[in-house]
C-alpha cells in the first residue's frame, strides 16, 4: 500500500498532517495545552468514497500577556476517506467546522 499524508486544515492551520503535528509539538513545547473530545460520528459511504461527520470538543490552556487563560470550543469535524487498493479506509482530509 502506498501511503500519503492526509491534509489536515484546523482554524489556525493549513498543510498536510505531518506539518500539522510539528506545530503542535513546538507549542506544546512553548507550554501551550490542548486536548480534543471526540464524540459520535455517522459514516456515508459510496463505493470508495466516505464521509465522517462527528462532534468535537476542543480545550485548551495557554499564557497569554502573563496570564493564564483557557479557551473550549465545541464544533464538528468532517472527515473524508477512501478505500486504498487492499481495502482500508484512509482518512485523506479533516476539515473542522467551529
Do not use: K, N
Not at 498543510?15 to 456515508?44: K, M, N, R, Y
Not at 462532534?55 to 483557557?70: K, P
Request: aromatic share 12%.
Amino acid at each position: 500500500m502506498e501511503y500519503w499524508a492526509p491534509y489536515v486544515i484546523p482554524a489556525w492551520f493549513r498543510a498536510p498532517a505531518t506539518d500539522f503535528i510539528a506545530a503542535g509539538e513546538q507549542g506544546f513545547d512553548s507550554g501551550v495545552s490542548i486536548q480534543h473530545f471526540l464524540g459520535g460520528h455517522t459514516s456515508d459511504m459510496a463505493e470508495r468514497r466516505a464521509i465522517a461527520p462527528g462532534q468535537v470538543t476542543i480545550s485548551q490552556q495557554a499564557e497569554v500577556g502573563g496570564v493564564l487563560a483557557s479557551a473550549v470550543c465545541t464544533g464538528r469535524f468532517y472527515d473524508f476517506l477512501t478505500r486504498d487498493d487492499d481495502g482500508e479506509w484512509v482518512i485523506v482530509r479533516r476539515q473542522p467546522i467551529h
